[in-house]
């Protein structure tokens, strides 16, 4: 079987997310990840990451909607918008951009930029 290509390891990664399935995320990224959440927070290792896939301040599973991929070395870069839930709010929708950093073959870091929309 070939091995992933980084595309594939993101493509398993929004999967993931958009069905809460922490397993599939987690076994895209290195152990000792950072993940950036822009004007948010940041996670640094499996661990914390875990805990933020399913934030308690949201319910439910993001849509998440890819628009544009961009490859270049070792990182890929994604853009699109998306939808979800907040638990004091209600529905929202938002326009993404994720920067995925790796190394060895997984995801060693996530930069994600949210930016809400109307």
């Given at each position: 079987?070939?091995?992933a290509?980084?595309?594939?390891?993101?493509?398993?990664?929004?999967?993931g997310?958009?069905?809460?399935?922490h397993?599939?995320?987690?076994?895209?990224?290195?152990?000792d990840?950072?993940?950036?959440i822009h004007?948010?927070?940041?996670?640094?290792?499996r661990?914390?990451?875990?805990?933020?896939?399913?934030?308690?301040?949201?319910?439910?599973?993001?849509?998440?909607?890819?628009?544009?991929?961009?490859?270049?070395?070792p990182?890929?870069?994604?853009?699109?918008?998306?939808?979800?839930?907040?638990?004091?709010?209600?529905?929202?929708?938002?326009a993404?951009?994720?920067?995925?950093?790796?190394?060895?073959?997984?995801?060693?870091?996530?930069?994600?930029?949210?930016?809400?929309?109307?």
């Open positions: 079987m070939p091995r290509t980084q595309r594939d390891l993101v493509d398993e990664y929004f999967a997310f958009r069905t809460g399935d397993p599939r995320i987690l076994a895209t990224l290195t152990e990840v950072e993940w950036v004007g948010h927070r940041t996670t640094r290792g661990a914390e990451f875990d805990g933020e896939i399913e934030n308690p301040d949201f319910s439910g599973s993001p849509r998440l909607d890819v628009e544009r991929v961009h490859e270049a070395g990182v890929v870069v994604v853009t699109g918008e998306g939808g979800g839930t907040s638990v004091a709010h209600g529905p929202f929708r938002f993404f951009n994720d920067l995925f950093t790796f190394r060895d073959g997984l995801i060693a870091r996530v930069d994600s930029y949210v930016v809400p929309l109307p």
